[in-house]
């Protein structure tokens, strides 16, 4: 059998049960407030319009950074520590977003997530290097 991204292929999964509920959550919003397009003047639409699509802006490249990452050879452990941390940090940052507009878990959630991405991408560029 081929060798596969095992690691970033199971948060690619949790990912995506994760997003789910998150677009779900706009659904069942604007089915309350009768709002088809954009977000009106409902802020609590608002909130969850944009905490989904904050989401679905930044974990697509963050996998592609976790999977070129495991598939450049970067040791599973960081693969997974990086991995592990976008988890918590794409929840933390969720969470706060769609409960609050000023919810000290957004600057939390992004941090993480940029730490993470900074060190994926440093960790591909590494492999490449010693490798070639």
């Known amino acids: 059998m ?8 199971v948060v690619t999964a949790i990912f995506v049960l994760m997003s789910i509920p998150m677009a779900i959550a706009v659904g069942v919003r604007r089915t ?27 974990v697509p490249l963050a ?6 990452a ?26 706060s977003l769609s409960t609050s507009a000023n919810g000290k878990g957004r600057a939390v959630g992004a941090a993480l997530t940029t730490l993470a991405m900074l060190v994926l991408a440093l960790a591909i560029l590494w492999q490449l290097w010693i490798y070639s």
């Open 63 to 68: 996998l592609l950074a976790l999977a070129g």
């Open 2 to 9: 081929e060798q596969f991204p095992q690691i970033a292929l």
């Open 70 to 95: 495991e598939i450049a050879g970067t040791p599973s452990w960081l693969v997974a520590a990086c991995g592990g941390v976008l988890l918590v940090a794409r929840l933390v940052h969720y969470f």
């Open 32 to 58: 309350k407030t009768g709002i088809s397009l954009l977000h009106g003047e409902d802020e609590n639409l608002l909130r969850l319009m944009r905490a989904h699509g904050n989401f679905i802006e930044y």
